[in-house]
């Protein structure tokens, strides 16, 4: 662990929860859930009002995916995008990824997360949570492992957001530089599979197939959040 510890705070990554604990949490996690802009992008919206992801991104959260389903000896992790906003792109992610589901409008996550998590039966516990802003918190105050994605302009925030144990870990690496693909591979590293996703993926070995096809198989869920909760798109 002391050599993934020194790898990611050269990186400029900060350790919240020390690496023994988080290692421990992550043991547990079964799905993986992402904000949107600020997390996948830097939170820049085109004349259309879309923002962007990056295909270095998109690996991250395929092989996050695939280690998990190793650590759980063949059980897919849930996979979702929880977003304050609708936007198309998001929305492309989660459809040529087979990520489980997609939530647009959400105005108070926590209650998204709790019908995320009824779907799925899960628990708080069992979430990993990348985030990067206020919207985020009744998320984050709950979940089991929290990727906070950093940005130097908001230094109130994060001082609140540390002082308070809303995050587990802040990525050296800021929003629109590939943040996701940071707080990927050190959940792979942390939980011992970083090395065995890259060689089953390198040479296509079975695990990873059967891995692939699994995914392949999740049709996601396109919600939008309105007052009386989510609703399908």
């Not at 063949?74 to 995008?81: K, R, S, Y």
């Not at 206020?134 to 492992?145: I, K, M, Q, R, W």
């Not at 050296?172 to 939980?191: I, M, T, W």
Request: with cysteine.
């Amino acid at each position: 662990m002391a050599d993934i510890e020194k790898t990611f705070t050269a990186l400029g990554g900060q350790f919240v929860t020390p690496v023994d604990a988080l290692t421990e949490k992550l043991k547990a996690v079964r799905a993986i859930v992402f904000d949107w802009d600020g997390v996948f992008n830097d939170g820049i919206k085109t004349e259309a009002g879309s923002s962007s992801f990056s295909e270095v991104d998109s690996m991250g959260t395929n092989l996050l995916r695939f280690g998990l389903w190793l650590h759980h000896g063949g059980q897919l992790p849930v996979a979702a995008i929880i977003t304050g906003v609708i936007n198309t792109l998001s929305e492309t992610l989660v459809r040529r990824e087979h990520f489980h589901a997609s939530y647009s409008q959400a105005k108070h996550k926590i209650d998204v997360l709790h019908h995320l998590l009824k779907q799925h039966n899960l628990q708080p516990h069992e979430v990993a949570f990348f985030f990067d802003d206020a919207l985020d918190l009744s998320v984050s105050e709950v979940a089991g492992v929290r990727i906070m994605i950093r940005r130097n302009a908001n230094p109130l925030f994060m001082q609140y957001v540390l002082q308070n144990g809303l995050a587990d870990y802040v990525t050296g690496s800021q929003s629109g530089q590939f943040a996701v693909r940071e707080g990927c591979e050190l959940l792979l590293g942390l939980l011992g599979q970083f090395d065995n996703v890259m060689n089953e993926r390198l040479r296509y070995f079975p695990a990873y197939d059967q891995y692939y096809q699994q995914r392949q198989a999740v049709e996601p869920s396109y919600w939008i959040v309105g007052p009386n909760g989510p609703e399908i798109k």
